[in-house]
């Protein structure tokens, strides 16, 4: 079972930056279209950016702007860049295969997700 691993989540204050990583070992994910969704305490959960295999990108409304979503195809690793980040951006980050490589339909299926990374922005 293909499972990718989040890295670089953390505690930064609002108007910070924090770099993403997703890495899956043991499987390529060049041809796949993948993408980071969060999940905050009490809330559904919510696409952020989605990455096809042609480097297409759609982002959700609340990040545009100021979140980057990225492939390094060499090193078989998502990132997702965030700069200035605000306390709304608090939540556990997954980075996922979609079953349709849309922001806006990206959580209703995933071929596989991983575990998750927190991120927590203070005021």
């Known amino acids: 079972q293909v499972q990718p691993v989040e890295s670089g989540g953390g505690s930064v204050q609002a108007g910070g930056s924090l770099r993403l990583s997703c890495a899956a070992s043991?499987?390529?994910?060049?041809?796949?279209?993948m993408g980071w969704f969060r999940q905050a305490p009490g809330k559904e959960r919510e696409g952020v950016a989605t990455?096809?295999?042609?480097?297409?990108?759609s982002y959700a409304e609340s990040v545009k702007g100021r979140f980057t979503i990225s492939r390094d195809n060499a090193k078989n690793t998502l990132y997702l860049q965030m700069t200035s980040l605000k306390i709304e951006d608090t939540a556990m980050y997954y980075c996922?295969?979609?079953?349709?490589?849309?922001?806006?339909?990206?959580?209703?299926?995933?071929?596989?997700w991983g575990q998750g990374t927190q991120v927590t922005v203070s005021s």
């Open positions: 990455i096809d295999s042609d480097g297409s990108t």
């Open positions: 043991g499987y390529t994910h060049s041809n796949d279209c």
């Open positions: 996922a295969a979609p079953r349709w490589c849309d922001v806006a339909i990206m959580t209703e299926g995933f071929a596989y």
